[in-house]
């Protein structure tokens, strides 16, 4: 986990970001945007920097400093909740096939 929270960490400071999907898993990717973003899902997986930014935010960052950097702390905790809420995708997934 914490290699992956590194390179999202690192694509979000390279100039061209490449697709999140490289970090995030599509299913990973679609939940973070629904939760986050409470629109339609795009047509093309966001970018990097988009992940990182949300990702950070699902962690309680509010960029008060306005630098746009996140700290690896804030990262993990947003990690962590994605995990919970593919946890809690898959669960639901399966409770609806057993009925």
Request: aromatic share 10%; proline share 6%; net charge positive.
């Amino acid at each position: 986990i914490a290699t992956r929270i590194l390179q999202l960490k690192f694509a979000n400071e390279q100039p061209e970001s490449p697709s999140c999907e490289q970090l995030l898993s599509p299913k990973a990717w679609k939940l973070l945007w629904l939760k986050r973003m409470k629109t339609p899902l795009p047509a093309t997986a966001p970018n990097m920097s988009w992940a990182y930014q949300e990702l950070a935010k699902l962690g309680g960052w509010k960029d008060t400093k306005r630098t746009g950097r996140a700290s690896v702390k804030v990262l993990w905790q947003g990690w962590l909740k994605l995990q919970a809420i593919l946890e809690g995708y898959d669960l639901a997934k399966s409770l609806e096939s057993d009925l």
